[in-house]
């Protein structure tokens, strides 16, 4: 049975970092697509960033541009999330998400849906206060 179980998330002021970390479990997802989406109260699910086998299948949100980093640790099936520079308006639940059938990006900035994904996280809430 394939679990995701996300953790860092914090309440942290404007301007702070936080470093989110995603652990899979029952399955390896080495060539697999891992993301990383957010959902704030009243919002729809938005995608903030994919990385998958190489540096061809990382990219990022536009809203996050240059703030945060993707990243993954193969041999322990993980993804993290560093963000930095936090403001109020990155508040949300983030969640951990695979989609087992690797995507490219088209270049450093992209979009995905929620609804190509087949694993998810349970979540975890990230506060910025102002």
């Known amino acids: 049975q394939v679990q995701l179980v996300e953790s860092g998330g914090g309440l942290v002021p404007a301007g702070d970092s936080l470093r989110l970390s995603c652990a899979a479990s029952?399955?390896?997802?080495?060539?697999?697509?891992m993301s990383w989406f957010r959902q704030a109260p009243g919002k729809e699910r938005e995608f903030v960033a994919q990385?998958?086998?190489?540096?061809?299948?990382?990219c990022y949100s536009g809203s996050v541009k240059g703030r945060f980093t993707i990243s993954r640790e193969y041999a322990k099936n993980t993804v993290y999330l560093q963000m930095n520079s936090l403001t109020p308006d990155d508040t949300a639940v983030y969640f951990c998400?695979?989609?087992?059938?690797?995507?490219?990006?088209?270049?450093?900035?992209?979009?995905?849906?929620?609804?190509?994904?087949?694993?998810w996280g349970q979540g975890t809430q990230v506060t910025v206060s102002s």
């Open positions: 998400a695979v989609k087992v059938r690797p995507t490219l990006c088209r270049g450093d900035y992209d979009y995905r849906s929620p609804t190509d994904y087949d694993y």
């Open positions: 029952g399955r390896t997802f080495s060539s697999s697509t």
């Open positions: 990385m998958g086998s190489s540096l061809d299948y990382r």
